[in-house]
């Protein structure tokens, strides 16, 4: 977080954000701002200062450069980049100019890395002449995780250790490499015990005694030596970046390239230039926000988090697919699972296909034989109640209706102790539920998405007298599966698929206004959803919605992907079903049409797009007002997680910010004409233009 100068000057009095101490000969420089070290612009010119009077004292040899705590450093504050206006970059001591003073040194500089080294912390440490990391530390460039391309010289520094191929999947994936595998790529010059320190003495000792000189990252050519290599490296992933929504994707590729087409400096001119193009984009605030957003969801707003009872058995009321899918991220994540059905055969199948499941993980080397029995000793089955007397959490994952769903947590209440958190996989149905149980107190939500092993966001529901511990203890599971938990006010649908049936019910009357179904998700791909709404329900079956097209379709015998297509034919091809043309679905759709005089409107994509888009940013709009949704960035991060929002889109209620109240409020009073339960726009449109607001001052809580 930035603060004053003044602010700043008053907590180096108390303690500075660099320190440095000497040892024989060394000059261990350390990076003092917990909790990640951030580059803040009194740390850098704390740093910028302390490392010129190293390189001034003749008793120092060489210069160690450390991270205080766990942590080496995870580049600069948020709160400082949030804040740039376009056109420029962070304040001087820029990172690039820190990085040359580090690179320039007349005296060995070492970067002693362990924990995080993201962002700017890897462009210091590539700016080092020397670098040593633990086998655990993460260094990374995640930078195009939130539509930025990465400075401080990390383009050209990055491929000119480790090739095109590593520097461009860093960079463009946003993925770390672990500590243990950087000196087989050459990032590192040595993997050691970085708890020991003097481990890092020891190799600064070692550069003392062998008078080793300063070797510069930016003269180092080994990335770069097979130059036609590089070039076809680069080739392939300039395709892939040109088939991304995602700008910075493109830049990226670019700066790689000028590492070996042009003289170093000229190469981090072009760096930043990027960077500049980058932040003059509009897509750079969408994909911060989504960043942000998704951190900021999971922790809920008044709540202990402490306050979470240990949990280290769960029971799963269900056989269903996604029961076991549950329960497979469970005993993934170090939990003992119980898996409970009435039925002895269902329970013996269920058994019989997790077991599988991991067999197969195991043959196909993504887990160990000794890591599979470690998980397959902490499952069982069974079909008596009294099994889950022993666990903490029990979830019920039937899939029967919400009366039989009542019936069986009422019947696993007598079971359990009175600490036992109950929780539903369900997303409605929660008040019928909660009605009869001794202690409804203890009774949530906990809504996954298929599939459960991938999709990161779980709904927390919280129903009425929901204690905070009960609550507390579900947070603390479902981040302990590797979810995102983000609490919401219980009530039929939740959030996500509240958003979700909304854009369906937009789909609808398009459809219904003669809009080809192909011409809605063309609109709705290029927009940035992974696959279009109606090709979506293809895929999903048709007979699970309610629509008056899919009505038409499902009566003509059309029910998806299968049999005789749904929105569209298909053929049968190696790599699966693969769509054709929507003209049958459509022949039928203009029946019901013209029966009902409705004139084909002919339709923009824009046009298309806004209509589906603030379908959805409306329906959580009318969250917000009823109080079921907290915060806009809840229902972004759900949305994006969930749903497939695109992420350079932000979600839904950023885009709704984007485009500014008062339009969203012009744009659904037009549309609420051809379907006022839609599009009739929320109060609250009115109350943020009368205070002259946007969504975004509704998260600030």
Request: charged share 20%; glycine share 8%; aromatic share 4%.
């Amino acid at each position: 977080m930035i603060t004053s100068d003044a602010t700043s000057a008053a907590e180096q009095t108390q303690r500075p954000l660099v320190e440095t101490h000497h040892d024989g000969g060394i000059a261990y420089i350390v990076l003092c701002n917990p909790p990640v070290n951030a580059l803040t612009l009194d740390l850098r010119r704390t740093l910028l200062s302390n490392l010129q009077i190293a390189q001034d004292d003749p008793n120092v040899k060489v210069i160690c450069l450390r991270g205080e705590g766990a942590r080496f450093s995870t580049g600069l504050p948020a709160a400082e980049m949030s804040q740039l206006k376009a056109g420029t970059l962070e304040a001087a001591p820029t990172l690039v100019e820190l990085c040359r003073t580090i690179e320039e040194s007349s005296k060995p500089v070492v970067a002693a890395l362990r924990g995080s080294v993201f962002e700017g912390g890897l462009a210091l440490a590539l700016a080092a002449h020397y670098r040593i990391c633990g086998p655990k530390t993460r260094l990374g460039a995640p930078e195009i995780t939130f539509g930025m391309v990465p400075g401080g010289g990390v383009t050209q520094r990055l491929p000119r250790l480790v090739g095109a191929a590593v520097a461009l999947e860093m960079m463009l994936s946003g993925k770390s490499v672990a500590g243990k595998h950087t000196k087989l790529l050459g990032l590192c010059d040595d993997v050691v015990d970085m708890r020991n320190s003097r481990n890092v003495a020891a190799f600064c000792q070692k550069l003392i005694n062998e008078t080793s000189p300063p070797r510069r990252t930016c003269d180092v050519a080994a990335g770069l030596s097979d130059g036609a290599a590089y070039m076809a490296t680069l080739a392939q992933h300039r395709e892939r970046a040109d088939k991304s929504h995602i700008n910075a994707s493109r830049l990226i590729v670019d700066c790689v390239e000028a590492a070996l087409l042009l003289p170093f400096e000229a190469g981090v001119f072009r760096e930043d230039s990027a960077r500049l193009d980058v932040l003059e984009s509009s897509q750079i605030r969408a994909m911060r926000h989504a960043f942000f957003a998704e951190r900021r969801a999971a922790r809920p707003v008044g709540l202990n988090l402490s306050q979470a009872r240990p949990v280290s058995a769960i029971g799963i009321a269900g056989v269903s697919s996604m029961a076991l899918a549950v329960a497979a991220v469970a005993l993934d994540h170090g939990f003992e699972v119980v898996v409970f059905a009435s039925d002895a055969d269902q329970v013996a199948l269920a058994q019989s296909k997790i077991v599988r499941s991991y067999d197969q993980a195991a043959q196909q080397g993504n887990i160990t034989p000794n890591m599979r029995d470690k998980i397959l000793a902490r499952f069982s089955g069974a079909c008596e109640l009294q099994s889950l007397s022993k666990c903490d959490l029990v979830i019920d994952a039937t899939s029967g209706s919400t009366e039989r769903r009542a019936q069986i947590l009422l019947r696993i209440e007598e079971f359990v102790s009175k600490d036992t958190v109950l929780a539903t996989l369900s997303d409605r149905g929660f008040e019928q539920m909660a009605r009869d149980l001794s202690h409804p107190e203890r009774f949530l939500g906990l809504h996954f998405f298929a599939p459960a092993q991938t999709v990161k966001v779980v709904e927390l529901a919280c129903t009425e007298g929901l204690s905070d511990v009960a609550l507390a203890t579900a947070h603390a599971v479902a981040h302990k599966m590797g979810k995102v938990p983000v609490c919401v006010l219980a009530h039929d649908g939740l959030i996500a698929n509240t958003l979700q049936t909304a854009a369906w019910d937009a789909v609808d009357v398009l459809l219904l206004m003669g809009v080809a179904p192909s011409r809605i998700d063309h609109a709705m791909e290029k927009y940035g959803m992974p696959i279009g709404p109606c090709a979506n329900m293809d895929l999903l079956g048709l007979e699970h919605f309610s629509g008056v097209a899919v009505t038409v379709l499902n009566d003509a015998g059309r029910a998806g992907r299968g049999g005789s297509g749904g929105f569209y034919d298909y053929v049968l091809t190696d790599k699966g079903p693969q769509r054709q043309d929507d003209r049958a679905a459509l022949a039928l759709i203009d029946t019901v049409r013209e029966d009902a005089g409705i004139d084909r409107v002919t339709m923009s994509e824009v046009q298309i797009t806004d209509r589906i888009i603030l379908a959805q940013a409306n329906a959580g709009a009318r969250l917000l007002q009823s109080g079921l949704a907290r915060r806009p960035l809840d229902i972004d991060a759900i949305m994006l997680l969930a749903k497939g929002f695109p992420r350079w889109q932000g979600g839904p209620m950023l885009a709704a910010d984007v485009m500014r109240p008062l339009v969203v409020q012009k744009k659904l009073r037009e549309f609420a004409a051809e379907a006022p339960d839609i599009w009739e726009p929320a109060q609250i449109w009115a109350e943020l233009i009368k205070n002259g607001d946007d969504l975004e001052q509704l998260n600030i809580v």
